[in-house]
């Protein structure tokens, strides 16, 4: 995936209104407020997404919404601001498949580029501890468990590569 990326354009500071000057904030130029003193900057967007098992099989979900509407992924979506990567990642999960899961554990990373974001973090968890039976809710349209065999492809890179790992990790 390539993608043009375009920074988020900064006009007018979100806490006092004014219009935004240029200032150096000892890195490189910024937008900035002289009245809040304080500068914006673009970073990227952290995500999480998990890894739940059922024997040999892993979880997955179909999106019911854009981007990759209509495609198979891996449970996750945005750290919201207030909750950690762990909670994101559990909260996540009930929401998109009604399965309720316990103690994440981070196995790795992926950054990618975003068309909406400018750049997504995505964080992979295991979940080992978890109770239910997959049923579709928000922002899905079905969760099952597919054999390994049956893998749907993954339309996010960040996915794709965090698969890699989780499955470097079952073969040892």
Not at 61 to 90: D, H, K, N, Y
Not at 110 to 130: E, F
Not at 132 to 139: K, L, Q, V
Request: proline fraction near 8%; charged fraction near 25%.
């Amino acid at each position: 995936m390539n993608y043009e990326i375009q920074p988020l354009a900064w006009n007018y500071c979100p806490t006092c209104g004014r219009k935004l000057a240029v200032a150096d904030d000892g890195e490189r130029v910024r937008p900035h407020c002289p009245a809040c003193n304080r500068f914006f900057y673009d970073n990227p967007v952290p995500a999480a997404c998990c890894f739940v098992a059922k024997g040999s099989a892993l979880l997955f979900a179909r999106r019911a919404v854009e981007p990759c509407m209509g495609q198979w992924s891996l449970p996750g979506g945005f750290v919201e601001i207030g909750e950690t990567a762990e909670e994101a990642v559990l909260r996540e999960l009930e929401e998109e498949t009604s399965i309720r899961g316990r103690n994440p554990r981070l196995i790795g990373a992926s950054t990618q580029p975003s068309k909406l974001n400018g750049a997504v973090i995505v964080m992979g968890y295991v979940i080992d501890d978890w109770e239910g039976e997959p049923a579709a809710r928000s922002d899905v349209t079905e969760a099952r468990f597919f054999p390994f065999a049956e893998r749907p492809s993954l339309p996010f890179q960040a996915h794709r590569d965090l698969l890699a790992v989780y499955d470097a990790i079952k073969r040892k």
